[in-house]
């Protein structure tokens, strides 16, 4: 058994539990040993006080008729004294219980003597000795004071569905960005990001709301080819340049591109994966219209043919990181840098960012509505759902894990390793699902780790007092 506190702790309340049983039947077998001897007692009283009668009644016809009756002796006298044998044993097993303030000695004397009843040390003890009836109550004491985070059948199937609808939703709605064709391979593209990519819809919404941002945004990133960069920057073409601007990126920008627009000038990411920094004739702008100007341009460029990278999608470009894919009959792997590029250049944008958006937005919904209703359903109070919030972030992790595991599948298995069937919204939604559960556990713990102390320190002001 292992040596740490809780495992200690429990095999001691085990050992306790079982000494407690033992002495309960102790002192019910000394209890009805004495009922049968005080009953025995009462039988012989009342047969010596019968005998006594007759012999009061003999010595006195015996009187009468001249006979001497010698005197009785006296029962101190005529007591015989019976020599008991003094056992070999006892006659009561009775257990053994400690006194000691010695800790280790304790756990010592409880994993011994778990282990001559056949206890499995292995395992928690406390199930092995406790009857089912006790476990169920302080299950049932423990769910109500730090809130109940188990799962039943109907929680799991929840996440099941959650998470195989969130895929097929991926596979039929989601699919590639475009109509293309890989490896000498064509699929249909996804049917929603079509309809918000449509060059006539979308030159319509560019036109109505966002042209007039064309040129009250200028800034020193947006630099069309390598040449514009004074060659500094290797790859960079009208198609690709605002993958390669850390500016252009919806995320990075409020940071990258607010920063350049302040000091007049330009970060990029090369076809090698180098980030370069560029000097542009520019005026830098303070913080706020920066701001203003950041926002009024990535808004000016969402709707045209190209669009804008999904969020911290630029980053990929760092580096030569070797990627799963390749990209050509060869079946070369090509690093991550040019899987970007190819992605990005088949449609993969921030309008099909949106559309990806569907598989995550699904699993969350189904099992957030699933845990709001269920709580709704049980008259669950709201300091009770957050004392539970535990469960529902680890329903949520299992469902994007399914999920991811689903876009994961769906890349490999039905669209031939094609990269651009990646769900890279779903990717993203397993970091927040996987911190929010780290975070809720550890607050859950903390708080029952608290609650065990100021039981500890509760008991252990009562002994002082006592003593």
Known sequence: MSGDQLSAAASVVAYQAVTLTELRGLFDQVEFDLKEVLERERRVSDTLDSVESEFDAVRARLQAMGVLVPAQESQSSAVTTASVETPSRPRYAVPIVPTEGDFGQLVRLAEARLGLLGIDLTRDPLPQVLPSSQITRSLRSYAEEHGDVSWDKTDWTVVLVAGVLATLLDVILVRIPQDSTFLDTKYAGSPLTKWLQDR????????????????????????????????????????????????????????????????????????????????????????????????????????????????????????????????????????????????????????????????????????????????????????????????????????????????????????????????????????????????????????????????????????????
Do not use: C
């Not at 840098?337 to 921030?350: E, I, K, Q, S």
């Open 200 to 467: 006539d819809r979308a030159q319509n919404v560019h036109d109505r709301f966002f042209k007039r941002f064309e040129k009250l945004a200028k800034v020193p990133y947006d630099a069309p080819t390598t040449q514009a960069t004074g060659g500094l920057v290797s790859g960079m073409r009208p198609a690709t340049h605002r993958l390669q601007s850390l500016g252009h990126d919806p995320a990075l920008g409020l940071l990258v591109g607010v920063a350049d627009l302040m000091h007049g000038t330009g970060t990029y990411i090369d076809k090698a994966g180098h980030l370069v920094q560029v000097a542009v004739d520019a005026t830098p702008i303070d913080l706020i219209n920066a701001l203003i100007t950041q926002v009024r341009h990535l808004l000016s460029d969402v709707y045209t043919p190209a669009g804008l990278q999904p969020p911290l999608f630029s980053l990929l470009q760092l580096g030569q990181i070797d990627s799963p894919f390749a990209l050509g009959p060869s079946g070369v792997k090509v690093p991550w840098t040019d899987v970007a590029r190819y992605m990005y250049t088949n449609g993969y944008d921030l309008r099909h960012f949106f559309t990806m958006g569907i598989t995550p937005g699904v699993v969350s919904a189904i099992i957030r509505g699933y845990w709001l209703l269920k709580s709704y359903a049980t008259g669950g109070t709201a300091a009770q759902r957050k004392l539970e919030h535990a469960k529902l972030t680890s329903m949520l992790l299992l469902g994007h894990t399914i999920a991811t595991s689903g876009t994961l599948l769906k890349t490999g298995l039905l669209f031939g390793m094609n990269p651009a069937a990646l769900n890279y919204n779903q990717i993203l939604a397993m970091a927040p699902a996987t911190i929010a559960w780290f975070k809720e556990a550890i607050a859950r713990d903390h708080r029952i780790s608290q609650a065990l102390a100021n039981e500890w320190e509760s008991l252990l002001t009562e002994s002082d007092r006592q003593s």
